[in-house]
């Protein structure tokens, strides 16, 4: 072989090898920081991951925000009218969170299936919701007013 095509061949193959590391270091590294969106009907039926990051929305149940009065501890539940999930969040919650209102929480979900919130989001205005929450809210209604007489 000429030795410039085996200069050649050297660099492809240099070329081919790093560049295929590098895209697997990527893939590994976003690997950790996906967290899907399940509806609390999911979570409640076990589908929902424990253990992994995972983002769960629906309307804050009323009268169900209990705020612990030595720490910035907050329990409150999520409902899609179908299924409800308990949450605990840590940390000061958005000025528009509240009983009746949109809300995404991000978390972890524990093996007795309440999140552990590390972040908390609350719809901005009264037009807006999440499209997740918005799909999951009327999907619900829609198996509810199927089961209907």
Do not use: C, W
């Amino acid at each position: 072989m000429h030795p410039v095509r085996k200069q050649r061949l050297y660099l492809v193959v240099f070329l081919v090898f790093f560049s295929s590391a590098a895209i697997a270091l990527v893939a590994y590294a976003l690997r950790g920081n996906i967290n899907l969106f399940y509806p609390p009907a999911e979570v409640a039926a076990g589908l929902a991951p424990v253990g992994q990051s995972i983002r769960v929305g629906g309307m804050v149940v009323e009268d169900s925000i209990i705020r612990s009065p030595d720490s910035l501890e907050t329990r409150f539940e999520v409902t899609d009218f179908e299924a409800v999930v308990p949450v605990v969040y840590v940390g000061i919650l958005p000025d528009l969170f509240g009983e009746g209102q949109g809300a995404v929480a991000a978390g972890r979900l524990d093996e007795n299936g309440v999140l552990q919130a590390s972040e908390v989001l609350a719809k901005h205005d009264e037009n807006y919701m999440p499209p997740e929450v918005a799909e999951a809210l009327a999907a619900s209604k829609a198996r509810m007013q199927e089961q209907a007489p």
